[in-house]
């Protein structure tokens, strides 16, 4: 499976994105999907996971009622819109597949990871 994160950029503080995760290779609707996050000298940080039928989530506490994640299996596309956007959300934001567990924070369960993409938020 390869995975194609695009969607980041530099926007203001309150402002929105959409990334988005491009899978190929092979289908990925039968998998978890999630979002990961790692800022300069930080630890890669997990925000987001997406069950296989797209009705269950989970988010890291910072960002409930900010970030919403998404998929269309007609695209194999997984996506996280994030509206009002704060400056430490500011990371480079990573796509992942697990594809034998459950829904988990923990980055070891994912075992496909896509490129990063940078999100910077300025105040």
């Known amino acids: 499976v390869q995975l194609q994160a695009s969607g980041g950029g530099l926007v203001q503080a309150g402002g929105s994105l959409r990334l988005s995760c491009a899978a190929s290779?092979?289908?990925?609707?039968?998998?978890?999907m999630g979002w990961f996050r790692q800022a300069p000298g930080k630890e890669r940080e997990f925000v987001a996971s997406?069950?296989?039928?797209?009705?269950?989530?989970y988010y890291i506490d910072s960002v409930k009622g900010r970030f919403t994640i998404s998929r269309d299996h007609t695209k194999n596309t997984v996506y996280l819109q994030m509206n009002s956007l704060k400056p430490e959300d500011t990371a480079a934001y990573y796509c992942?597949?697990?594809?034998?567990?459950?829904?988990?924070?923990?980055?070891?369960?994912?075992?496909?990871w896509g490129q990063g993409t940078l999100v910077t938020v300025s105040s």
């Open positions: 997406i069950s296989s039928s797209g009705v269950n989530t």
């Open positions: 290779g092979r289908t990925v609707s039968n998998y978890v």
């Open positions: 992942a597949v697990n594809r034998y567990g459950g829904i988990s924070p923990r980055p070891s369960m994912y075992d496909y």
